[in-house]
């Protein structure tokens, strides 16, 4: 979680909102590590968790990623879970809820629907006061 916090505190340099994601292998190696890149690329689907599971596919040479763990500062959104069910990502690390879009337990749980072909173990609330103090410093001076 702690790299995760360190890509999060780079995004504000291009107006990004500060999460950071980081995807490591099964034996813990950093596959992929990056923040949130929408302002900085105009792209609405480049939030923190695809751009890493976008790096971390093209590192590995496949969309699978099996075995793969993925950190992540703030709760998946919708979108966001999906791209982790469809990655195979084996277990979902996440830092502070998001109670206005989060997909993983606070509005929805995408990743656990019994209905989907993919289920990945969640740990939620890692570092979650500080993962959360980071979003409300970034909206504070933003509001």
Excluded: Y
Excluded at 19 to 41: D, K, M, Q
Excluded at 43 to 49: L, V, W
Excluded at 52 to 65: F, S, T
Excluded at 108 to 136: M, Q, S, T, Y
């Amino acid at each position: 979680m702690g790299l995760a916090l360190e890509q999060a505190r780079l995004a504000p340099e291009s107006g990004d909102v500060p999460i950071g994601a980081v995807v490591l292998s099964a034996e813990g190696e950093v596959l992929a590590v990056a923040h949130n890149e929408r302002e900085l690329h105009g792209d609405p689907t480049a939030h923190a968790e695809v751009v890493a599971l976008r790096r971390a596919a093209e590192r590995v040479g496949q969309w699978r990623l099996d075995g793969c763990t993925l950190v992540v500062t703030l709760e998946p959104c919708t979108m966001c879970a999906g791209a982790i069910v469809l990655s195979r990502v084996d277990k979902l690390v996440f830092g502070a809820f998001d109670h206005k879009a989060g997909a993983v337990s606070s509005l929805f749980d995408v990743v656990r629907d019994p209905r989907l072909n993919h289920r990945p173990e969640v740990v939620a609330g890692i570092l979650g006061n500080e993962c959360g103090e980071l979003l409300r410093t970034f909206f504070g001076q933003h509001r």
